[in-house]
Nanobody
Framework: QVQLVESGGGLVESGGSLRLSCEAS????????GAWYRQAPGKERELIGR???????TQSDSVKGRFAISRDIAGKTMYLQMNSLEPEDTARYYC??????????????WGQGTLVTVSS
């Protein structure tokens, strides 16, 4: 079964940048739509951005202008570029995608999450 493997999390100082990656574990037809969520301790999971099948990316107000979502040409990896990080961005970040695994087969998959910690 296909999985989404996340990487790129870690500890960064306030004002710094990180890039998260979300890669399908095996060959797929497409990964559309895709999205990034985050969950801070004691809080609900929050949608922070989407990437449509047409390649249009949208972000929530809380990260607009600082975070950007993109996808590689092969369509197998999705990215979350995070700039001007703030301590309030500390959370576990999850990717999500509707993956086409065969001509007629689709499956919704979540990544395992990667922890981002921003120090003040």
């Amino acid at each position: 079964q296909v999985q989404l493997v996340e990487s790129g999390g870690g500890l960064v100082e306030s004002g710094g940048s990180l890039r998260l990656s979300c890669e399908a574990s095996r060959r797929i037809f497409s990964m559309n739509p895709g999205a990034w969520y985050r969950q801070a301790p004691g809080k609900e999971r929050e949608l922070i951005g989407r990437l449509t099948s047409g390649g249009t990316a949208t972000q929530s107000d809380s990260v607009k202008g600082r975070f950007a979502i993109s996808r590689d040409i092969a369509g197998k990896t999705m990215y979350l570029q995070m700039n001007s990080l703030e301590p309030e961005d500390t959370a576990r970040y999850y990717c999500y995608a509707r993956i086409q695994t065969t001509v007629e087969g689709f499956v919704e998959v979540w990544g395992q999450g990667t922890l981002v910690t921003v120090s003040s």
